[in-house]
T-cell receptor
Framework: KQEVTQIPAALSVPEGENLVLNCSFTDSAIYNLQWFRQDPGKGLTSLLL?????REQTSGRLNASLDKSSGRSTLYIAASQPGDSATYLCALPRNSGNTPLVFGKGTRLSVIA | NAGVTQTPKFQVLKTGQSMTLQCAQDMNHNSMYWYRQDPGMGLRLIYYSASEGTTDKGEVPNGYNVSRLNKREFSLRLESAAPSQTSVYFC????????????FGNGTRLTVT
């Protein structure tokens, strides 16, 4: 059974800092990994999806990496802005194959102006 | 393009009352999901429908029923609400294959007194 852990649970940084959010998982036989953003009172928005054959994906100031052998993924945010403040969640299929996602509990990010 | 639409946004029920949460997507997605989100517990899968005409239990199905009415619509029913079902409920959908990200609605905040 896939288990997903995100540490730290909360993070506060000054504006402009580069930062890394961590996600670890127990079953490396995965199809893909997704990173999501959740703003307070809102649903989740997909940020990046990494296929199991890929090492990383980039979108603007965001870069997500995937290391299946170590069971880890990182989300790198460059030049952080107050608008990046949100909760970031990673998720993977619960079994091998295209099965429903299992989510980590997220990292709550605050970027201070 | 509306994406995933959930109704209602807020609901208060008394213990024992029933209600149906509605979800519709306009992206022609095959798969639809119901998750609940609770503080400290993260997102947990209640039920999902991999395709029209099929439904399967997730991690926490007790006390709920679902109906995949057609390809667009997937409803969640609480037959006899309990205080433990106080939560935020999210509907999500995805297309076929491992390259399709998950799209979420904005959630229904349910309180059972």
């Amino acid at each position: 059974k896939q288990e997903v852990t995100q540490i730290p649970a909360a993070l506060s940084v000054p504006e402009g800092e580069n930062l890394v959010l961590n996600c670890s998982f127990t079953d490396s036989a995965i199809y893909n990994l997704q990173w999501f953003r959740q703003d307070p009172g809102k649903g989740l928005t997909s940020l990046l999806l990494i296929q199991s054959s890929q090492r990383e994906q980039t979108s603007g100031r965001l870069n997500a990496s995937l290391d299946k052998s170590s069971g880890r993924s990182t989300l790198y945010i460059a030049a952080s802005q107050p608008g990046d403040s949100a909760t970031y969640l990673c998720a993977l299929p619960r079994n091998s194959g295209n099965t429903p996602l299992v989510f980590g509990k997220g990292t709550r990010l605050s970027v201070i102006a | 393009n509306a994406g995933v639409t959930q109704t209602p946004k807020f609901q208060v029920l008394k213990t024992g009352q029933s209600m149906t949460l509605q979800c519709a997507q306009d992206m022609n997605h095959n798969s639809m999901y119901w998750y609940r989100q609770d503080p400290g517990m993260g997102l947990r899968l209640i039920y999902y429908s991999a395709s029209e005409g099929t439904t399967d239990k997730g991690e926490v199905p007790n006390g709920y029923n679902v109906s995949r009415l057609n390809k667009r619509e997937f409803s969640l029913r609480l037959e006899s609400a309990a205080p433990s079902q106080t939560s935020v409920y999210f509907c999500a959908s995805s297309g076929a294959g491992s390259r399709s990200p998950l799209h979420f609605g904005n959630g229904t905040r349910l309180t059972v007194t």
